[in-house]
């Protein structure tokens, strides 16, 4: 979320002016954490403060308008809140407020030993069209000890199988050019050992030709937005 928010920050000063500048502030409000994101961009029209979040809503040239709805999603899901104020060729600001949880039993027993499974060492391969999700699922699969390689398509990755071995995949679903269901076809061919290795990462909508494949192979699925530590949890349950 923040670093969609920062992204599309960056692309509007560069749009507008070439150069400028992003604040990113925290602080703690009662029992909140208050985050501000501001930029000295174009700001957003009157007319579109309030079809900022509707899906599918964008005025870029090459966007798909999910950014900013997504970001909201996973807000909500931790019972937050996002606003925005703007003015047309003053800038935005985006406030987003989370509430500060108390987790019962976080406390370890003196003596307790935590055992965990260690992703330490396994290599996997990251297929998606999406830059920034390809940025965050390889830092923090790396940051876990894994060794990663990425791909922005399904042909690229097909070439990089040839010269490579991988502990596990995790492929888009939905990309241009090859889909995740036809990535899977060849690797069941090409690379059967990685057949059942491969996790599916899927959008909010599925297709009638996505949900006949699901149906028909076992494979685990993970929708974005998703949990890291979900995800951690499902690596190790096809390695």
């Known amino acids: 979320m923040l670093l969609n928010l920062i992204n599309n920050a960056q692309e509007a000063i560069s749009e507008f002016h070439g150069v400028g500048r992003i604040w990113v502030k925290t602080r703690v409000v009662k029992d909140q954490i208050e985050i501000t994101i501001s930029d000295d961009g174009p700001g957003i029209a009157s007319e579109n403060i309030s079809k900022i979040f509707n899906p599918f809503f964008t005025t870029k040239e090459k966007g798909i308008g999910l950014g900013l709805t997504t970001s909201l999603d996973t807000i909500k899901e931790h019972r937050g809140t996002m606003r925005v104020r703007s003015e047309w060729g003053k800038g935005s600001t985006f ?7 108390k987790v019962e039993g976080e406390e370890k027993k003196e003596g307790e ?17 999406e830059p920034s999700f390809l940025y965050l699922v390889s830092e923090y699969l790396e940051r876990e000890g894994c060794e990663i390689m990425t791909a922005t398509d399904a042909k690229t990755a097909l070439t990089i199988l040839e010269d490579r071995d991988f502990d596990f995949v995790i492929c888009d679903i ?4 090859m889909s995740g269901i036809e990535f899977y076809r060849i690797i069941n061919e090409k690379k059967p050992s990685l057949k059942d290795r491969t996790i599916f990462s899927t959008g909010d909508t599925l297709g009638d030709t996505t949900r006949a494949f699901f149906e028909l192979v076992t494979n685990p699925q993970v929708e974005k937005p998703f949990n890291f530590d979900e995800l951690k949890e499902v690596i190790k349950s096809v390695l």
């Open 95 to 101: 406030i987003i407020t989370l509430p500060i949880i």
């Open 174 to 177: 939905r990309m241009p050019e």
């Open 113 to 129: 030993k935590s055992v965990k499974k260690s992703l330490k060492g396994k290599k996997g391969l990251v297929i998606d069209d």
